[in-house]
């Protein structure tokens, strides 16, 4: 069977992450892996509390995306992974890993998924989610405080200094190699159900094939 990549960026906020696990869930158990960009930032242990703190996690180059590569390579392959696992409040990846097993679907999903070029080449169907300004960097806020262990000042000081700039300079322009462009993230249900669906039909026609 055909392994089929399919990778979903957008904005911070955007309701990529969403729209991923919602396809993901929709799939027959077994018939699909998850890989969240975000799980391969760089490892920054080695430096200081505030080191940390001054490292543009919005870039390209935080990102440890020739590992993501060989991950993505393997599970192509058939053969399993074990996904690393990223604390968002220390900077740092923990001892513990997931174990991922090979699919006939693989589902990838982050900001920055299409601007790299060697990652947008393993990608058969490419999908940007287009949500306004506003209400990703609203959703951005509320995730941040809840989940990562930021404070206000954190956050909007993050927006201003490296979250806006990079999304204009590197998510923003990566909407043009999309094949499929979503607006309104998790919310827009007939997106979801075409993409699907489509997907369905893969896995139907490659187990006929067999």
């Not at 077994?30 to 919005?58: P, Q, W």
């Not at 968002?88 to 982050?110: C, D, K, Q, S």
């Not at 299409?114 to 506003?134: G, N």
């Not at 999304?167 to 699907?196: C, T, W, Y």
């Amino acid at each position: 069977m055909k392994t089929l990549v399919v990778g979903v960026a957008g904005g911070s906020g955007s309701g990529k992450t969403t729209i991923a696990r919602a396809i993901f869930e929709a799939l027959p158990k077994g018939s699909a892996a998850l890989l969240e960009h975000d799980s391969y930032y760089k490892d920054l242990s080695t430096l200081d509390h505030e080191a940390r703190a001054r490292v543009n996690f919005d870039h390209p180059d935080s990102l440890d995306n020739k590992l993501f590569a060989l991950h993505l390579d393997a599970l192509r392959a058939g053969q399993p992974i074990e996904k690393p696992v990223y604390d968002f409040a220390t900077h740092a990846r923990l001892r513990e890993t997931l174990h991922v097993a090979a699919a006939p679907v693989i589902m990838v999903e982050g900001i920055l998924v299409l601007a790299d070029p060697e990652l947008r080449a393993r990608m058969d169907v490419k999908v940007f989610v287009d949500t306004d300004a506003d209400i990703r960097v609203m959703r951005r806020i509320r995730r941040d405080l809840e989940q990562r262990g930021r404070t206000f000042s954190q956050v909007r000081a993050q927006y201003y200094e490296t979250v806006r700039p990079m999304h204009q300079a590197f998510v923003e322009p990566s909407k043009r190699f999309a094949d499929l462009i979503v607006p309104e993230g998790g919310e827009n249900r007939v997106a979801l159900a075409m993409i699907a669906a489509h997907l369905r039909a893969h896995l139907a026609s490659s187990e006929g094939a067999l």
